[in-house]
Each structure stands twice: as structure tokens, then as C-alpha cells.
T-cell receptor, first 112, second 111 residues
Framework: DADVTQTPRNRITKTGKRIMLECSQTKGHDRMYWYRQDPGHGLRLIHYSYGVKDTDKGEVSDGYSVSRSKTEDFLLTLESATSSQTSVYFC???????????FGPGTRLTVL | KQEVTQIPAALSVPEGENLVLNCSFTDSAIYNLQWFRQDPGKGLTSLLLIQSSQREQTSGRLNASLDKSSGRSTLYIAASQPGDSATYLCAVRQADYKLSFGAGTTVTVRA
């Protein structure tokens, strides 16, 4: 089984909707990350967490919020989706020693 | 702010040729550098992690070198195969636990 899973894998929604993307891990690592990947921009950090209830903003956090109530789960919420949030979203976990990062399979989100 | 650059953006080689992928970064105060592979429509797979104190790291046909003082890393893939076709990304970690990514080099190995 995969160490990092993301739900859903694909989502099409409309502008203004509240959308939640879920990430779960089986490794018990403290550090978790949400990225978005867009052509021409590479991967950009949205939010990150260093433990339960310990979250902070990354470089492109506007319009997003996160929650971490359990070590295993990291939830990304788009409060009111916009077309500019159409992207592929990746969740990652960071290893305890060197923070080697391992990624989930991604969620393709389309906002119409 | 750390800037990570990967040149070229795309590369096409015949099968059997050695691949040389470049990564440069502007701030040499890094903790480690990680190379990833990404297949179309998939997530990132970690290939190698090289610590700032190391000069190189090897795994099978892959070898990554690091010259921290000059802000460069090179990923070598020996005897390329069509299955090596993918996008390769490098990422550097600094004092915090965040990574700065390059935009990647897309490799095509022609049979």
C-alpha cells in the first residue's frame, strides 16, 4: 500500500464552491506539505505542518486553509474556489531524519 | 530567496547514451538536495538525497554529485533506456524543512 494517499484523484467544480482535498499517510511522520504544480511554475508550497495542530503558510497560501487534527491526516480547503486554483495538488510527507520528502499521487482539480 | 534552475528544460537522446542533468541554486546554505522523477500524470518519486556534507550519492545507474560552494548538482544516468523517459526535478532544503524546486528537465530516450 502507498505511504501517502490523496482523495479525490480528480475533481471538477464550479467557481465559488468550497472544496476539500484530503491527504493521509501511514508512516507516522510529523511533517506534511501541500504543493500545487502548474506549467511554468514548478511546485510551489501552499501550506505545511510540523505536527498536530501545528500548521503554517507557504508561498502561495491565499485562498487556502489547512487543518491537521491527527498525525495521519492533512486537509486542504479551498474556501471559495476560483479558476486560478485549477491545478494539480500534491501532498508530501517529510522523513524524520533528513526530511526526505515522499509524495502522494496528486489531485487534478479543475475549477470552471 | 532560494532560486533553483534546471537547464535544459528538455532533452532527447538515443538509447544507450549517458544522461547529464544539471541543477543550480543561488543560496549555498543548504542542508541537502533531492532528485525526483515524475512520470506524466503521476506524483514525484524520490531518486536520491545528497547531504550538504557529501560530494556524491549513487544508486544503481544513477549518480548525483553536489558542489555546494558553486551551487550546482548534476544527476548522471548511465546507459539510458526508454524507461528513463520522464521529468526529473531537483529540490534543495535549507534551515527550515521546506524545499525549493526547480522546474524540471523533461527527458526523452529514443529507442
Amino acid at each position: 500500500d502507498a505511504d501517502v494517499t490523496q482523495t479525490p484523484r480528480n475533481r471538477i467544480t464550479k467557481t465559488g464552491k468550497r472544496i476539500m482535498l484530503e491527504c493521509s499517510q501511514t508512516k507516522g511522520h510529523d511533517r506534511m506539505y501541500w504543493y500545487r504544480q502548474d506549467p511554468g511554475h514548478g511546485l510551489r508550497l501552499i501550506h505545511y505542518s510540523y505536527g498536530v495542530k501545528d500548521t503554517d503558510k507557504g508561498e502561495v497560501s491565499d485562498g487556502y486553509s489547512v487543518s491537521r487534527s491527527k498525525t495521519e491526516d492533512f486537509l486542504l480547503t479551498l474556501e471559495s474556489a476560483t479558476s486560478s486554483q485549477t491545478s494539480v495538488y500534491f501532498c508530501a510527507i517529510g522523513g524524520p531524519l533528513y526530511n526526505e520528502q515522499f509524495f502522494g499521487p496528486g489531485t487534478r482539480l479543475t475549477v470552471l | 530567496k532560494q532560486e533553483v534552475t534546471q537547464i535544459p528544460a528538455a532533452l532527447s537522446v538515443p538509447e544507450g547514451e549517458n544522461l547529464v542533468l544539471n541543477c543550480s541554486f543561488t543560496d549555498s546554505a543548504i542542508y541537502n538536495l533531492q532528485w525526483f522523477r515524475q512520470d506524466p500524470g503521476k506524483g514525484l518519486t524520490s531518486l536520491l538525497l545528497i547531504q550538504s556534507s557529501q560530494r556524491e550519492q549513487t544508486s544503481g545507474r544513477l549518480n548525483a554529485s553536489l558542489d555546494k560552494s558553486s551551487g550546482r548538482s548534476t544527476l548522471y544516468i548511465a546507459a539510458s533506456q526508454p524507461g528513463d523517459s520522464a521529468t526529473y526535478l531537483c529540490a534543495v532544503r535549507q534551515a527550515d524543512y521546506k524545499l525549493s524546486f526547480g522546474a524540471g528537465t523533461t527527458v526523452t530516450v529514443r529507442a
